[in-house]
C-alpha cells in the first residue's frame, strides 16, 4: 500500500511547476523516497527492486524485497544522525539477541550514496495489533504471559557491554533494559498466537519498569481493549517473586 501510495505522489510531484518547491515536497513529504530507492538498487543490484514492499515506521523507511532482506533508512536522514541511531540500535540488538527466546532484528550497517542503511532480514510473522481483536482476546492470556517473560528477561538481563549506556543518576537497582515501544512492534504467528519477534529498538535504552509496562498502553488504543498488559505486569511480578523466592 505504501509504494503505491508513494509511487503515485512521486508522478504527481512532477506536475509541480517550480523546481524549488518540487524539490522541497519530494524531501519533506516523500522523504526523498524516489532517490532511496535508486541508491539502494545501485548498491544491492541482485535484490529484485520490481516487487519490493515499503513499510513507513516513525523514523525510518524499510525497503522490503521479496527474498526477506530489510533496508531501512531514516526519513530525515540530513537532520537525523543516522549513523549514531542506527549504531546504538545495533548495539542493543546484538547484545540481547541471545538472551531471549524471540527473534529481534540483526543489523548491518552499510553507506550508500550518502544515506545509512540498515539491514536485516525479515522476521516472519504479523504485527499483532493488525490482528482481529477477538482473535487477539481469545489468546491474551498466552500473549501476555510471553511478553511478560520477555520483558522480565530484558529488564533483569546484566548487559556489561552496554553499561556506557547506563544512566549514572539512578539507582541501578532502579532501571533495567527496556524496549520502550514495544506496543506496535509485536510479531506473531498467526496460526500458533506466539510471539515470533520483537522488532523496531530504535527507543530501547535503561528507563523504568514503568516506562515499559506504559508503553503497551501508550500508543494504541486497541492494546487497552485486549488487557494484554495486565497479564504481562501478573507475569513479570510472579517470575520476580519466584526468584526473589530461591534467593532466601
Known sequence: MW???????????????IRGWREWFRREKLFDYHAKLNALRRAFPRQDWRHFRLAKGGGSLAFITPNGHVYK????HLKDDSVTKFTREKRITD?????????VPHITIHQVSGYTVYET????????LNLPLKQ???????IGKELGGIIYTLFN????ELKDMRPKSQKTK????????????????????KITGIIDWEYAGFGSLKREFFG??????????????????????RLRDSALDKTK
Open 216 to 237: 503497551l498502553f501508550r500508543v494504541r488504543r486497541k492494546m487497552r481493549m485486549t488487557d494484554i498488559a495486565p497479564e504481562a505486569i501478573w507475569e513479570y511480578y
Open 121 to 128: 532480514r525479515f522476521i516472519p510473522g504479523k504485527i499483532l
Open 95 to 103: 547484545a540481547i539477541a541471545p538472551l531471549l527466546t524471540v527473534r
Open 73 to 76: 533508512i531514516r526519513k530525515f
Open 157 to 160: 538481563a546484566k548487559l556489561p
Open 3 to 17: 509504494r503505491i501510495f508513494f509511487d503515485t505522489l512521486y508522478v504527481l510531484s512532477c506536475l509541480i511547476p
Open 136 to 142: 487477539i482476546c481469545k489468546h491474551r492470556e498466552q
Open 174 to 193: 532502579d532501571i533495567g533494559m527496556v524496549h520502550g515501544d514495544m506496543c506496535s512492534n509485536i510479531l506473531i504467528d498467526p496460526k500458533t498466537m
